[in-house]
DNA sequence: ATCATATATGAGCATTTGTTCATATGTTAG
DNA sequence: CTAACATATGAACAAATGCTCATATATGAT
């Protein structure tokens, strides 16, 4: 029996019924996909990276983060709120100042593997 | 002696010398510190990570995915061009078929990492 | 209280991005 | 050659994104 001729498919549908089931069965719910996707959006920009590779050294504050770049505090402030909010990175107030770091391990592993993608 | 006062300047600056010296150090050239934004930009979409799941299991035809995801072929075609540009995902002919699969094995650490990270 | 400093945030705007649609290219069969 | 199929691609458009500017909030000093 020939699979009946719809818009969408393959005049040989090369995908086989194991490999579909596989596919579907290993393949994360679509939230969590989006999740991962909204996560590695934070890693697609160059300023964002920037602001990572410099809390590798030291916290920092906004301000400082600002002149080490190059750009204004507000642009800044917009971009640690985005790694604030997917927890890519922590803050700590003394006084007037706001301190951010790092929050995790995963950073720097992401960024390091994409590292060596890019070198080759 | 204090400080000269300057638009962008925090009144006390938190960055000691040492740690400036450091960032400027290790901080890689601004050109690679684009690409590797624009590596994660190909990560930063649910479809483009959606075939990078489904390539995970088997190579594949255009076709096949856009059936597996439900999507158009020309919206997978479009997608598949920008991450075989960076060479994420190859391909090989077999007559009117193109069949796309992973190119490196970043891209699973990658995913894999950036996954720790959105289960927690 | 007022002022100054450090940071956060909303609106506006220009740029980028992902999809759709139509069409072009490439391959095979007849 | 033509016809059918698989894929690629350019234009158009809506949605998302990143920065700027103005302003709000928070803390400390006076």
Redo the contacts between chains.
């Keep these: 029996m020939t699979a009946p001729k719809e818009a ?3 005049d040989y ?3 086989h019924e194991d ?2 089931e ?2 579907n069965q ?3 719910d ?1 939230e ?15 300023t ?3 602001i990572l ?2 809390l ?3 916290e ?2 906004v ?2 983060i ?3 770049l190059g750009m ?2 507000s642009a800044i402030s917009h971009q640690l709120r985005a790694l604030k909010q997917s ?2 990175i922590k803050y700590r107030r003394e006084g007037k ?1 706001v ?1 951010y770091s790092l929050a ?1 391990g ?1 950073v720097r ?3 390091d ?8």
């Design positions: 969408e498919h393959c549908i090369h995908v490999i579909v596989q596919v290993n393949m994360p679509e969590i996909l989006y999740d991962l996707a909204e996560l590695f959006k934070l890693f697609g920009d160059s964002r990276i920037k590779y410099v590798f050294e030291s920092m504050c301000c400082d600002a002149q080490l204004t505090q927890k890519l100042t301190f995790d995963h592993t992401i960024l593997q994409g590292m060596e993608h890019v070198a080759e």
